[in-house]
């Protein structure tokens, strides 16, 4: 009789194993189709789907404080829909306007410059005899999270100029599938390095000018907690009354305030200050050794460190003191051997018992600048660039011009950081 009973408990515990193991592999079948699922995008629920999750993007990154971008290193590969959305950047202050100008808005003329990520262009607008300088990035090649950043910031930063007359001005930026657009003011006076070079040098007079000029825009700039990192002649344009602005902020730095530094390797090798070389710690002292090598520049005629090599350039750099010529004033000097202080924190304009920045505009050096009338753009300029009319199309020699296609896979996630980047200045 036991016998008998043992057998029919173990044949119920053999269909109580069988059904768990059904149930088991019915879970597993329904748990692979529902990944099946959410991988080929299918809706599994009825739930509230938010609208990025077409694009393959974590459901739950909704639910994710956005967090600080501080501790991501530069070059990093992230999920950078989770610190680029929408209401992070309206958190900062950053007004998004609604996209309202296109490529079919645009003839262009001329190539103006190249670089790593696309090209500059000189475009007129249709219907009006404005030109703008069209700078256009490719999408696919903006893939790190430290060019995103700098295509950001580059934004950010100019549309802030707007509210600063040394500082190149954005008329709007857009977008289109494959393509980031900046339409900026055109500077018809060329650069600084071309009327370096075809002058030979400037006297102290001019170079004062620009000088006072560009260091009203960079105090702007470190008000607002950003350092550019690639100030140079190429990147400071004239206008068409002979007033300078800086352009190029596609290495500036934010957040650079009360005593926060940053550490990136990176600028124009001329021009790079110590502390960068070596890799320390450093704030806004590096855009005032830029200025004291550009002053340099503008007064000599040629940069104060010169080598064969990046590498003793460097050196150079580090350990060796310019020459200054007996042509100089004594007050150029003295402010050339201010701007190239090897230690930063006894530059010029980084000085705490000097008050830093203010030490700049009462050297003896600006004693003739006004800087309640500089900032009203009411000095006159020491010349004004010989320019026919922006309609001139003969000067530019117009070539027709055709905008070379790239891949159209852009990724939907690059699509998605990018879509609240479209601008337009009411100035314009």
């Keep these: 009789m036991e016998i008998v009973m043992g057998f029919f408990q173990f044949l119920r515990r053999k269909k109580k194993n069988k059904v768990k193991l059904f149930r088991d592999d019915k879970d597993k079948t329904k748990l692979t189709e529902s990944k099946q699922r959410q991988t080929t995008g299918a809706e599994t629920q009825p739930q509230k789907i938010p609208e990025e999750d077409h694009l393959g993007l974590d459901t739950y990154c909704r639910d994710i404080t956005p967090l600080s971008l ?4 530069e070059g990093q590969k992230v999920e950078l829909s ?5 209401d992070v950047l309206k958190e900062n202050g950053l007004e998004v306007q609604l996209q309202n100008k296109s490529l079919q808005d645009f ?3 001329k190539v103006l410059g190249r670089g790593r990520f696309g090209k500059v262009f000189l475009a007129e607008l249709r219907g009006t005899d404005e030109v703008f300088a069209l700078k256009m990035l490719n999408k696919d090649k903006i893939h790190i999270f430290r060019d995103v950043l700098h295509t950001m910031m580059e934004r950010r930063v ?7 007359p040394y500082l ?3 008329c709007c930026c857009f977008q289109t599938k494959d393509r980031l657009c900046f339409a900026m003011e055109y500077m018809t006076g060329g650069d600084l390095a071309y009327h370096i070079r075809r002058l030979g040098r400037f006297d102290e007079a001019c170079s004062r000018f620009y000088a006072a000029e ?16 690639d100030l140079k002649p190429s990147n400071i344009l004239l206008d068409a ?6 352009a190029d902020f596609g ?10 530094t940053t550490s990136t390797f990176c600028g124009t090798p001329l021009y790079l200050a110590p502390e960068i070389i070596v890799k320390r710690e450093y704030g806004a002292s590096v855009d005032w050794w830029c200025l004291g090598v550009i002053m340099y520049e503008m007064m000599v005629g040629y940069a104060p460190f010169v080598a064969s090599d990046r590498l003793q350039l460097f050196g150079s750099i580090l350990q060796d003191n310019p020459d200054y010529p007996c042509s100089l004033s004594k007050a150029a000097v003295r402010i050339l051997k201010a701007f190239l202080v090897k230690c930063p924190e006894a530059r010029l304009g980084c000085v705490a018992s000097q008050n830093k920045e203010e030490a700049i505009k009462v050297h003896p050096f600006f004693k003739e600048i006004d800087w309640v009338l500089l900032e009203q753009r009411k000095i006159t300029p020491p010349f004004k660039p010989q320019i026919t009319t922006k309609r001139d199309r003969e000067r530019f020699k117009c070539q027709e011009l055709r905008i070379t296609p790239t891949d159209d896979s852009v990724k939907p996630l690059c699509q998605y950081i990018f879509n609240d980047f479209s601008y337009c200045n009411p100035r314009y």
């Design 82 to 86: 989770l610190y680029l959305r929408e």
């Design 168 to 170: 190149t001005q954005l």
């Design 70 to 73: 501080d501790h991501i290193k």
């Design 214 to 229: 560009i260091i009203s825009a960079l105090m702007f700039l470190h008000r607002n907690g950003i350092i550019h990192r």
């Design 158 to 164: 100019m549309i802030m100029a707007t509210d600063h």
């Design 241 to 246: 009354e002979g007033h300078c602005k800086v």
């Design 107 to 109: 003839e262009f003329l």
């Design 251 to 260: 290495l500036c730095k934010q957040g650079i305030l009360d005593g926060r």
